[in-house]
């Protein structure tokens, strides 16, 4: 079984400019997260989808970070623009269902904004 | 408030030895309740979760953690660590109900293996 692919692994930007994830989930999955995980810190839940609709995105700076997924499958995640403190990983998780199952994590972008 | 803690930052342990990894979370109810690990270059990993009945629960690698409500703690234990187990560990909660229904995580013990 495929897991959780993300794209690219690596990006470095300069402040102010755009970048964009994407992630496809494993198929099947209802839900898809992503979270952002700060050097030394635990990961932090940025939105959570439920097919194609949002379940929680109470911590997505929404002035600069967007998000979708796209007929309830891949998802892309895009800042613009950058600030230096989005500098971090981005993971990208699915679940079957609701937050007691297992979640599913991809390998993460790691993002440095210079 | 909700939250998780995770008492140590960084532990250091050597191979063979046993391994205790303390977390202790303060929630409204009975949350359901998970280790994940996190090894260099890899996504995370879920290692164990507890949701009801048997307080000991079992997991993937040889691992196993033990709910104990009256200290609210899931605590995980290895018996014998191997040096494949360098990694950071979490511990992350969430609800059994109601309508925040998101995972909150703590930050994370570092562990380091000497041969």
């Known amino acids: 079984e495929a897991g959780v692919a993300q794209s690219p692994r690596y990006k470095i930007i300069e402040k102010r400019q755009s970048v964009a994830f994407w992630c496809n989930p494993i198929s099947g999955h209802a839900t898809l997260y992503w979270y952002q995980q700060i050097l030394g810190q635990g990961p932090k839940l940025l939105i959570q989808f439920q097919n194609n609709g949002v379940v929680d995105d109470s911590q997505l700076p929404k002035d600069r970070f967007s998000a979708e997924r796209l007929k309830g499958v891949d998802s892309t995640l895009k800042i613009q623009p950058a600030k230096l403190e989005d500098s971090a990983v981005y993971l990208c998780?699915?679940?079957?269902?609701?937050?007691?199952?297992?979640?599913?994590f991809g390998p993460g972008t790691r993002l440095l904004v210079l | 408030a909700q939250s998780v803690t995770q008492p140590d930052i960084h532990i250091t342990v050597s191979e063979g030895a046993s391994l205790e990894l303390r977390c202790n979370y303060s929630?409204?109810?009975?949350?359901?309740l998970f280790w994940y690990v996190q090894s260099p270059g890899q996504g995370l990993q879920l290692l164990l979760k507890?949701?009801?009945?048997d307080t000991l629960v079992q997991g993937i690698k040889g691992f196993e953690a033990e709910f104990k409500r009256s200290q609210s703690s899931f605590n995980l234990r290895k018996p014998s660590v191997h040096w494949s187990d360098a990694a950071e560990y979490f511990c992350?909660?969430?609800?059994?109900?109601?309508?925040?229904?998101?995972?909150?995580w703590g930050l994370g013990t570092s562990l380091a293996v000497n041969p």
């Open positions: 998780a699915s679940s079957l269902g609701g937050v007691q199952e297992t979640q599913y």
């Open positions: 507890y949701f009801s009945g």
């Open positions: 929630y409204g109810a009975t949350p359901y």
């Open positions: 992350a909660v969430g609800p059994n109900a109601g309508n925040n229904r998101k995972l909150i």
